[in-house]
């Protein structure tokens, strides 16, 4: 099977910063397309910021500038770095990849248990 691990969640002052990690284990063969995502009180879920395994990226409007998403591909771990946090960004953040278990099979997609953020104003 397959974990994605989040970690580095917690409370924060507006304006300041967190690093999220999210750790992938199990029975890897490949990790394509990483990202995080989160569900703030009363909304849905929604894309914070994606990256491949080649590099690219994306990232929402509401983050651009603030966030850097990466990826250590040897350590099977994806990062968010969140700088000058604002209150309207607390949420659950999950992380999620396409990952193949085995090279005859497709990607299958899977998500992490979710990390608590809270900015305080």
């Known amino acids: 099977q397959v974990q994605l691990v989040e970690s580095g969640g917690g409370l924060v002052q507006a304006g300041g910063s967190l690093r999220l990690s999210c750790a992938a284990s199990g029975s890897i063969f490949s990790i394509h397309t990483m990202g995080w995502y989160r569900q703030g009180p009363g909304k849905q879920r929604e894309l914070v910021a994606v990256?491949?395994?080649?590099?690219?990226?994306n990232y929402a409007d509401s983050v651009k500038g603030r966030f850097t998403i990466s990826r250590d591909n040897a350590k099977n771990t994806l990062y968010l770095q969140m700088n000058s946090l604002k209150p309207e960004d607390t949420a659950i953040y999950y992380c999620n990849a396409i990952i193949k278990r085995v090279p005859t099979m497709g990607g299958e997609n899977y998500w992490g248990q979710g990390t608590q953020v809270t900015v305080s104003s």
């Open positions: 990256t491949t395994s080649t590099g690219n990226t």
